[in-house]
């Protein structure tokens, strides 16, 4: 594994434990030899007659499979797939020993397979952290939801989209939401929330991000020693 980030590391961590086996496995075996053709003799069988049957003969193909072939992976890589898993592991490690909704914040950013206990998690935790203006009770639902599109927008950036804007978000709550915001009021309604909520996120962010960045400075340290 290539330690150049805590958001790398944190999404190959988590794909190659548990999120995506079974692609890993399809990956090694697109990537594993093709037997050569030359590698396969065709051999003449005899079928003795039974009753009335006449002697058969056809062709079969008998196949030299050489060791290194079959084998699951080359020669000289068990020690450096060793390093790779034992990696792994320190990393799981340290996401485990954040609180639980932090860890679920950052799946929702990070985790190749994201799923909606993800997001719940990561929505409820923003929503305790932010300071929600004094709002009306319509208002304060459409604030509510706004904190759903900022992790998104967010969650667009550090994957390396553009930061969504206000036709973006009031489409994006029109579209999921079924609710309405006039982006010409912007300024006025919701610069202000989505300023802070971005703020919280950021924050939240660097706090899951920290043991993560701890197992990569403790590894290179380590090579380098």
Same mark, same amino acid.
């Given at each position: 594994?290539?330690?150049?980030?805590?958001?790398?590391?944190?999404?190959?961590?988590?794909?190659?434990?548990?999120?995506?086996?079974?692609?890993? &496995?399809?990956?090694?075996?697109?990537?594993?030899?093709?037997?050569? *053709?030359?590698?396969?003799?065709? @051999?003449?069988?005899?079928?003795?007659?039974?009753?009335?049957?006449?002697?058969?003969?056809? $062709?079969?193909?008998?196949?030299?499979?050489?060791?290194?072939?079959?084998?699951?992976?080359?020669? *000289?890589?068990?020690?450096?797939?060793?390093?790779?898993?034992? /990696?792994?592991?320190? #990393?799981?490690?340290?996401?485990?020993?954040?609180?639980?909704?932090? $860890?679920?914040?950052? @799946?929702?950013?990070?985790?190749?397979?994201?799923?909606?206990?993800?997001?719940?998690?990561?929505?409820?935790?923003?929503?305790?952290?932010?300071? =929600?203006?004094? =709002?009306?009770?319509?208002?304060?639902?459409?604030?509510?939801?706004?904190? /759903?599109?900022?992790? $998104?927008?967010?969650?667009?950036?550090?994957? *390396? &989209?553009?930061?969504?804007?206000?036709?973006? #978000?009031?489409?994006?709550?029109?579209?999921?939401? *079924?609710?309405?915001?006039?982006?010409?009021?912007?300024?006025?309604?919701? =610069?202000? =929330?989505?300023?802070?909520?971005?703020?919280?996120?950021?924050?939240?962010?660097? $706090?899951?991000?920290?043991?993560?960045?701890?197992?990569? @400075?403790?590894?290179?340290?380590?090579?380098?020693?």
């Amino acid at each position: 594994m290539k330690l150049i980030n805590a958001r790398q590391v944190w999404t190959e961590a988590q794909h190659e434990s548990n999120a995506a086996i079974s692609a890993v &496995a399809i990956d090694k075996a697109q990537s594993a030899p093709i037997k050569k *053709g030359a590698r396969m003799r065709r @051999h003449e069988a005899v079928f003795a007659a039974l009753g009335d049957d006449k002697e058969e003969r056809i $062709q079969i193909v008998r196949q030299k499979i050489s060791i290194s072939e079959s084998r699951g992976a080359p020669i *000289g890589r068990s020690t450096a797939r060793a390093a790779h898993l034992a /990696t792994i592991g320190k #990393v799981l490690r340290a996401i485990d020993t954040l609180p639980f909704q932090v $860890q679920q914040f950052g @799946h929702f950013l990070y985790h190749p397979m994201m799923t909606m206990q993800h997001v719940m998690n990561a929505v409820l935790l923003v929503a305790s952290k932010a300071e =929600l203006p004094d =709002l009306t009770s319509a208002k304060r639902v459409k604030a509510h939801y706004l904190v /759903t599109l900022a992790l $998104q927008s967010y969650k667009a950036q550090v994957s *390396g &989209a553009a930061e969504w804007g206000p036709a973006r #978000v009031a489409a994006e709550m029109e579209s999921f939401f *079924g609710v309405t915001i006039d982006p010409k009021n912007w300024t006025r309604d919701w =610069l202000d =929330l989505w300023e802070s909520l971005k703020s919280v996120i950021a924050e939240v962010d660097i $706090q899951a991000q920290q043991p993560v960045w701890q197992v990569i @400075h403790a590894e290179k340290e380590e090579e380098a020693a």
